[in-house]
């Protein structure tokens, strides 16, 4: 799950808790077929807040640089 979908799934509607639940179904799965440590739910909104986060204070500031409608960063440079 990538920012862009991170930031899509929360600007529908969902908690930031239902993202990050959702972000770690995805990533543990990712993560179960290359055998790797599965990551908990702690890690997952650990993850998932600060990309809302950074989102939020980039729409707060009305700067020049923020992020499109399909939630990629774009820059006016």
Known sequence: M???DIIRE?????KKETVAKE???????RRKALGE???TAHDALAH????????QKQVMRGAED???DRGTIETNA
């Open 37 to 39: 440590k599965q990551i």
């Open 48 to 55: 998932v807040e600060p990309i809302i986060f950074e989102y």
């Open 66 to 68: 923020g992020y499109n």
């Open 2 to 4: 990538e920012k862009e």
């Open 23 to 29: 972000y770690m179904k995805s990533e543990n799965k």
């Open 10 to 14: 929360w600007k529908k509607g969902l």
